[in-house]
Every structure is written in structure tokens, then in C-alpha cells.
């Protein structure tokens, strides 16, 4: 691959178009590395032209945006320092009220132009540091997903089933991953790819989901088994044994 060859692979990996991508960089050179609140508002006002956003987004310092066009913000979305969204093409839908917090990478990265690739996440959703999710083969997330830190969801996987080739060159397969609404995914879970994750239900810490989990489901372990259904009296006792409390985002997303 020549010079010219490769400087074409790395601009469209930034942006849907050379004169966009100069816009995009001159803007986030000058204001992404703003701190505090005046560097949040300026962004606000700024970025609301390079994504499509409702409202003015409310995104922190040192945030990195690939083809920030292809990137949708409902209302009140945040974005925290450090946090990386790469929407190449099928791009990235963020619903209302959806929080990302410190080192949050939304990963698209479509290359290889599969059919289903995008990142779809429902409202009121919180995706807890260091979070990863990986694209290419469709991610969608209902509403009110929670996740907790470091939690790994990758809708791809490498082909390695011939021994004589290096696993580079036998491609990908990408199959999708649905996260319906009201789950959450405890710290370090790992989702792979051509998972559904019912509605309402618990991932334990460190779990490894490599099979469906039906709605209310409550799972732990390495390959994740449901324990419980939610929907058990035991289960809601146990719940509900400790102080529960409550802030106020949860009383102003009521």
C-alpha cells in the first residue's frame, strides 16, 4: 500500500469527508482540551454543528470523536473526560439522559462495510469507566441499562479455524448483540458476539455471557448460568435486605 493509499484508510477512518474532517479538527484542536464549565458550554455549542444532537450535549475535556457526523445525542446526554467514540459508518445513536463516564469507548470502526454495524443505546442508560463496546456486528441497547466498570461488549469475533493461516487473515464474523431494557451488567462482565440479554435482567461481577439469557434473569459465573429468576419472592427479599438509596438524578429522571 502506498503513501496515498494510506493516507485515504486513515481519513476515512476520521470522517465522512476531507472538507468536514478540517472543520472537525480545527474545532476539537481549539476547544477539546478546555476544562470546567466554560469548556463545556463552548463544546456544547460548538460540537451541537459537527453530530447531530437534540439540545446542547454536555461532553467534558478530551473527549475523541471519529466522523462525529454520524454520532446522534438525545437531550441531556453526557460524555465524561477521556471517553472515545468512533461511529464510521451505521454510526451512533445515544438515547436521552444516557450517561458515559471516564474512558468510555463506543467502537464502530466498520472497514470492512459489514451490513449491521452501528451502536444503538436506549434512554436513561449509565455506562460505568473504562467501558467497552465494539460495534461491527450491531449493538442495541434498550433503556435504562446500567453497567458497571470495565465491562466488555463485543459484537465480533475472529475466525480461526484454519491452523495454516494467520488468525489476521481469516476474517471477522459479526453477528449483533441486543441488551434489552432495565439490565445491568455488574463491574468486568464480558458480553460476546450473537448474544440477547432479556429484559430486566443481573449479570454478576466477572461474568462471561456466551449464550441468550432469558428476561429476569439473574447470572453469574465463567460461562454465565442463571441462578435465579427475579421475579422470585427470595430473590426480591435479598434485594431489598440493605439500605437502599437514592440521589438526585434518579428523583430529576423520574
Known amino acids: 500500500m502506498g503513501m496515498v493509499q494510506e493516507l485515504q484508510y486513515y481519513l476515512k477512518g476520521q470522517s465522512t469527508s476531507i472538507p468536514r474532517y478540517i472543520v472537525e479538527q480545527t474545532v476539537m484542536t481549539l476547544l477539546g482540551g478546555l476544562p470546567s464549565l466554560l469548556g463545556v458550554g463552548l ?5 451541537k454543528a459537527l453530530l447531530k444532537a437534540d439540545g446542547i450535549p454536555l461532553i467534558e475535556h478530551n473527549v475523541r470523536l471519529l466522523s462525529p457526523a454520524n454520532i446522534r445525542l ?6 465524561d473526560a477521556g471517553c472515545y467514540l468512533n461511529a464510521l459508518p451505521g454510526g451512533i445513536s445515544i438515547g436521552a439522559g444516557t450517561s458515559l463516564m471516564h474512558g468510555v469507548i463506543f467502537h464502530v470502526f466498520n472497514y470492512r462495510d459489514l451490513p449491521k454495524a452501528g451502536i444503538w443505546v436506549g434512554k436513561n442508560c449509565f455506562f460505568g469507566e473504562y467501558t467497552c463496546i465494539r460495534g461491527q456486528g450491531g449493538v442495541h441497547i434498550g433503556d435504562g441499562v446500567y453497567t ?3 465491562v466488555q461488549i463485543a459484537a465480533v469475533n475472529h475466525v480461526y479455524s484454519d491452523p495454516d493461516k494467520y488468525i489476521k487473515d481469516q476474517g471477522i464474523t459479526a453477528e449483533g448483540i441486543t441488551i434489552e431494557d432495565d439490565v445491568w451488567l455488574a463491574s468486568n462482565v464480558v458480553v460476546v458476539d450473537g448474544v440477547t440479554i432479556g429484559k430486566g435482567s443481573v449479570v454478576g461481577a466477572g461474568a462471561v455471557v456466551n449464550k441468550n439469557l432469558p428476561p429476569y434473569s439473574v447470572a453469574v459465573g465463567v460461562p454465565a448460568r442463571v441462578v435465579k429468576d427475579r421475579r422470585e419472592a427470595s430473590a426480591v427479599r435479598k ?4 439500605q437502599v438509596h437514592f440521589g438526585q438524578l434518579e428523583d430529576m429522571r423520574k
Request: cysteine-free.
Open 43 to 47: 463544546r456544547g455549542i460548538a460540537y
Open 148 to 150: 458497571g466498570t470495565q
Open 74 to 79: 438525545g437531550e441531556r446526554v453526557y460524555i
Open 239 to 242: 434485594a431489598v435486605e440493605g
